[in-house]
C-alpha cells in the first residue's frame, strides 16, 4: 500500500509541477498576452512576438502563445520560424484546426517537396491516443483511475458481502490496469512534448550528407521549413531521417528542434 501511495504522490507532484499547466507568480501572463495582440491587431508583429516570447521565458507555454508566434512570423514570410511555432503548437494541441490550417498554407511556401510515407498502423494508433488530450490530463486521468482500483480493493478486503468483494476485486484490477496505462501514456505523451524528436531546418539551403562531415557526399539539398526526425547526434551533426524514409546528415547549426 505504501508503495501505491508513493505512485500517486509522484504522479500527483507531475502533473502540478507541469509547466503546461503551472501559472507563473511574477507575471501578469494575461495581461502580457492581450499587450501581444495588441501589438499583432497594429500590424507590429516584431513587438507581439516579444510578448509573447516573455510569456515563454517565464515557462508559461501554451498552443495559442505558439500559435499567435507562428503568425507574426507567418505575416513576415518567415517561413521557417512560422512552421516552427506551428510544429510546437501542434505539439500541444494537434486536433486544432487553425493551426493545422495555417501550418499547411506555411508549407506551401517552402522549396521542398517531400512525399510523406505513412507509419506504422500501431505508431499511428499510439500517436492518436497521445493527441487526444495533452500530458497533464492523462496523468490527472491517471491518478483518479488508480485511486478507483484501490478503493475497489478496499471493498474487497471490507465488503461484508460475497459479491461487493468480488465485484470490488474486478473493479480494483480493472482500475490498477488502465491506472498504469494511463499513466504510461501521461510520462510518454509528457516526453513528446518536452523533446519531440523532430526539427525544422532553419536555413535558406543546407546538404543533407552520406556522412558527418563536410566533404562528404550530398544526397540531396534541404531549404527551410522542411521537417526532419533526429535519430543520432555526432559532434555538430545530426543524422536525420525526411518524411520520405531518406536518411543522412546535416549540420546541427542549421536546424532548430520543436
Known amino acids: 500500500m505504501s508503495k501505491i501511495i508513493s505512485l500517486i504522490f509522484f504522479f500527483t507532484t507531475f502533473y502540478f509541477s507541469n509547466p ?53 512570423f507567418f505575416q513576415q514570410k518567415n517561413w521557417g520560424k512560422a512552421i516552427l511555432n506551428y510544429e510546437r503548437a501542434l505539439v500541444l494541441a494537434p486536433k486544432d484546426k487553425n493551426i493545422l490550417n495555417n501550418l499547411k498554407i506555411a508549407n506551401e511556401n517552402t522549396v521542398d517537396e517531400i512525399e510523406t510515407i505513412p507509419s506504422f498502423f500501431l ?10 488530450t495533452h500530458s497533464g490530463i492523462w496523468s490527472m486521468l491517471g491518478i483518479l483511475l488508480l485511486w478507483g482500483g484501490i478503493a475497489g480493493f478496499i471493498l474487497w478486503l471490507l465488503g461484508k458481502e460475497r459479491t461487493q468483494r468480488k465485484q470490488g476485486f474486478l473493479g480494483g484490477i480493472v482500475g490498477l490496469t488502465l491506472s498504469l496505462f494511463v499513466l ?41 521549413g522542411t521537417k526532419v526526425e533526429i535519430t543520432e547526434k555526432i559532434t555538430s551533426w545530426y543524422k536525420v531521417r525526411l518524411e520520405n524514409g531518406e536518411v543522412g546528415w546535416v549540420l546541427e547549426s542549421t536546424l532548430e528542434e520543436i
Open 123 to 132: 505508431t499511428r494508433w499510439w500517436n492518436n491516443i497521445h493527441q487526444l
Open 184 to 224: 504510461v501514456l501521461a510520462y510518454s505523451s509528457y516526453k513528446m512534448q518536452k523533446d519531440s524528436g523532430s526539427a525544422i531546418v532553419m536555413s535558406k539551403e543546407t546538404s543533407l550528407k552520406t556522412l558527418p562531415d563536410e566533404i562528404s557526399k550530398e544526397i540531396l539539398p534541404l531549404h527551410e
Open 20 to 72: 503546461l499547466i503551472a501559472q507563473s507568480e511574477e507575471i501578469n501572463g494575461t495581461e502580457i498576452f492581450k499587450e501581444g495582440n495588441a501589438f499583432y491587431a497594429q500590424q507590429k508583429y516584431e513587438e507581439a512576438a516579444a510578448k509573447y516570447f516573455t510569456l515563454l521565458a517565464n515557462n508559461l507555454e501554451s498552443s495559442e502563445v505558439y500559435f499567435n508566434i507562428g503568425n507574426c
